[in-house]
């Protein structure tokens, strides 16, 4: 999986038309959750997808930030939503995935962009 959504990103930068198309079929009606996706490479992530016609789930502590990404989002063209997350939490884990199910009954893709240190694991 973590290959895949590498190739996946490497082509939803490129400015490649075929590439484009062939990335599309792949990803129609696809749902991915982006965590740390309130700014630098999770947004960028976030917006590319929504771009390709994903519909985003935005994970991060910051709300203000995150709504901005979902607001790129929708501006890209698709759907997105918001979930305020402790990625060191599981309880938060659960309700994001939870979120994700509720809003749109399905999970294909998770861009695991958060960066942890070991301080922050002994929760």
Do not use: W
């Not at 985003?56 to 790129?72: I, P, Q, S």
């Amino acid at each position: 999986m973590i290959l895949f959504l590498c190739q996946l990103f490497r082509v939803l930068v490129s400015s490649s038309i075929n590439n484009a198309r062939i990335v599309k079929q792949m990803i129609d009606q696809k749902v991915a959750i982006v965590t740390s996706g309130s700014s630098g490479i999770g947004r960028a992530t976030a917006v590319a997808l929504a771009k390709q016609g994903v519909k985003v789930t935005v994970a991060a502590l910051r709300d203000k930030e995150g709504e901005e990404t979902v607001r790129l989002a929708k501006e890209a063209g698709s759907e997105g939503i918001f979930v305020k997350t402790d990625v060191t939490n599981k309880d938060d884990i659960k309700m994001l995935v939870e979120k994700t199910f509720k809003n749109y009954n399905r999970l294909d893709y998770a861009f695991n962009n958060a960066v942890l240190c070991p301080k922050q694991l002994h929760h």
